[in-house]
């Protein structure tokens, strides 16, 4: 009879799939976006296309991080704590990841329209880029430790980036207004930098230069703490987050080439995971305009 081979192979097949590893996660990107990195080198990336946060180790080996069900995530920032902040434009909401792996909710939709860009303070505060509706009603919203809000900034266009300094001094990228904010302790709201061509990610630098994603010129500008702006890397295609990491390492999410890449101090630029080992050529420079949807606050346009 061939009844007891078609179980006995079907058995076999079944154990032999049991038996397997699970797969691993692929190394690529549907469309990397904000980027932090924690104390230890550990960089997490936001995959806004495939609803994901990965972990990339130094190496270079993509790991999915647990962050719940996200919808449509945009930024992340990482406490000194280890607690990883997660922007969720999709659900209106940051969520939180404990250093133990408990997922929880700091903030949901009643609070925040479209977080697109999240940081955190030493002690805990969070501040989160929301880009609004219609142009000229983003915000910039500070959230306690224990989810208490206060509203620094009103009347920005779009806003997509946003970093805190140890001084407590907050930057936001003023994205549909091509320049860069600076938010003091006592509220007062500035122009820091003008004249970018849609800057989305900031980072800031041990020296306490601020670095600006220069999305629709692809490239990286650095931003003296007087205003003095100059070139850091260029040739990127649409570049998105950006983070800094131990060793004076900056990070780049290259959107265009769907990629994480890595600026050495001297200036080397260089794939950490995803894409290609070359940028693809950059395409011209695209002209702003301020009737840009919500989707295109974290996508540039075709």
């Known amino acids: 009879m061939t009844t007891p081979l078609r179980l006995g192979s079907w058995l076999a097949a079944v154990l032999l799939t049991a038996a397997r590893p699970a797969a691993a996660p692929p190394a690529s990107f549907g469309y990397p976006d904000g980027v932090a990195v924690d104390a230890a080198g ?17 190496s270079g080996d993509v790991t999915p991080l647990n962050a719940g069900t996200l919808a449509y995530p945009t930024g992340v920032a990482v406490g000194t704590t280890g607690t990883i902040y997660v922007a969720d434009a999709g659900s209106h909401s940051i969520v939180q990841v404990s250093p133990a792996g408990e997922v929880s909710t700091l903030a949901h939709n009643r609070e925040l329209l479209f977080p697109a860009a999240v940081a955190v303070d030493a002690v805990g505060n969070v501040y989160v880029a929301d880009s609004g509706g219609e142009p000229g009603s983003g915000t ?31 930057y936001v990228a003023d994205t549909g207004n091509n320049t860069v904010r600076q938010i003091d302790p006592d509220g007062h709201v500035t122009v820091l930098a003008a004249n970018f061509n849609h800057p989305r990610g900031l980072a800031l630098e041990a020296s306490g230069a601020l670095l600006v994603a220069n999305t629709y010129d692809n490239n990286i500008r650095r931003v003296s703490p007087t205003g003095q702006v100059s070139l850091v890397a260029e040739g990127f295609n649409f570049p998105a987050g950006l983070a800094t990491g131990p060793a004076g390492i900056v990070y780049v999410t290259d959107t265009g080439t769907s990629s994480v890449r890595k600026i050495a101090p001297d200036g080397q630029v260089s794939l950490l995971a995803g894409g290609t080992s070359a940028p693809a050529p950059a395409a011209p420079p695209l002209a702003d305009s301020s009737a840009i949807s919500h989707a295109d606050t974290t996508r540039h346009k075709q």
């Open 140 to 170: 910039v919203q500070k959230i306690s430790p224990r989810g208490a809000r206060a509203t620094l900034a009103k009347g920005l266009n779009k806003p997509a980036g946003i970093a805190v300094s140890a001084q407590g001094l907050v």
């Open 42 to 58: 550990t960089v997490y990336v936001v995959d806004t296309d495939n609803a994901t946060v990965g972990k990339i180790s130094p």
